[in-house]
């Protein structure tokens, strides 16, 4: 299984809203990454996760509050967002760094704000 | 934060044709990686080259580096339509554990 999963694939919440992005992946990674990417911009990193433990946050706001309960699984809670993080919210991983090889993306939590 | 440029930002060429595609990056790396995304897409990677490397091939792709001119090149030969796609550079700077940063893109046009 070379596969990350990401649910859901469409989210549409208000700003007082709270709901949350998950992502799975069942290769034995042990770093998993979120990044966000704009329309017809390249993804920036959001926060990395190193066995199990946050090891990179890329000054991201509080409203965006990763969790990773397990080795297979990410979450990104979201709370009180501005339209302007609509985006499409990509999740990662990569078998232990990016120094060693290439990270498989899911295909994405595209995010709407109203 | 982006850590390098892509040039050019969009191409468009016939199906048979080369395409080229530029990145140049700003501070030392530790491996470059290059990827691919379809309109709105996950992304998925395509090739990496180590620091050390000079150029590497997969297929119908040949990828260059030169750390002298913080600059890496993309080569896709006899393209197809199918090619169409974003494609972005991604270096883990030096000492960046766990950073991928990628620059801004170039989306490519294969025309059949």
């Known amino acids: 299984d070379t596969e990350v999963t990401q649910t859901p694939k469409h989210l549409v919440m208000g700003m007082t809203n709270k709901k949350s992005l998950k992502c799975e992946q069942h290769?034995?990674?042990?770093?998993m990454y979120w990044y966000k990417q704009k329309a017809k911009k390249p993804p920036e990193l959001m926060f990395v996760?190193?066995?199990?433990?946050?090891?990179i946050n890329e000054s991201v706001p509080s409203r965006f509050s990763p969790e990773c309960p397990n080795s297979s699984l990410l979450n990104l809670h979201l709370h009180a967002l501005q339209p302007e993080d609509s985006a499409l919210y990509l999740c990662?991983?990569?078998?232990?760094?990016?120094?060693?090889?290439?990270?498989?993306f899911g295909e994405g939590s595209r995010l709407t704000v109203l | 934060s982006q850590q390098g440029e892509e040039d050019p930002q969009a191409l468009s060429i016939q199906e048979g044709e080369n395409a080229t595609m530029n990145c140049s990056y700003k501070?030392?790396?530790?491996?470059l990686q290059w990827y691919r995304q379809n309109s709105g897409r996950g992304l998925v990677h395509l090739i990496l080259?180590?620091?050390?490397?000079r150029e590497k091939h997969s297929g119908r792709l040949r990828v260059t580096l030169d750390t002298s001119k913080k600059s890496s090149s993309l080569l896709i030969t006899a393209s197809r339509a199918a090619d169409t796609a974003s494609y972005f550079c991604?270096?883990?700077?030096?000492?960046?554990?766990?950073?991928?940063?990628f620059g801004a893109g170039t989306r490519l046009a294969v025309h059949p």
């Open positions: 501070t030392s790396i530790n491996n």
């Open positions: 290769m034995g990674h042990r770093a």
């Open positions: 991604a270096t883990v700077p030096w000492g960046g554990y766990n950073k991928l940063i």
């Open positions: 990662a991983s990569s078998q232990t760094s990016a120094l060693d090889g290439e990270l498989f």
């Open positions: 996760y190193s066995y199990e433990k946050l090891s």
């Open positions: 080259i180590r620091s050390n490397e």
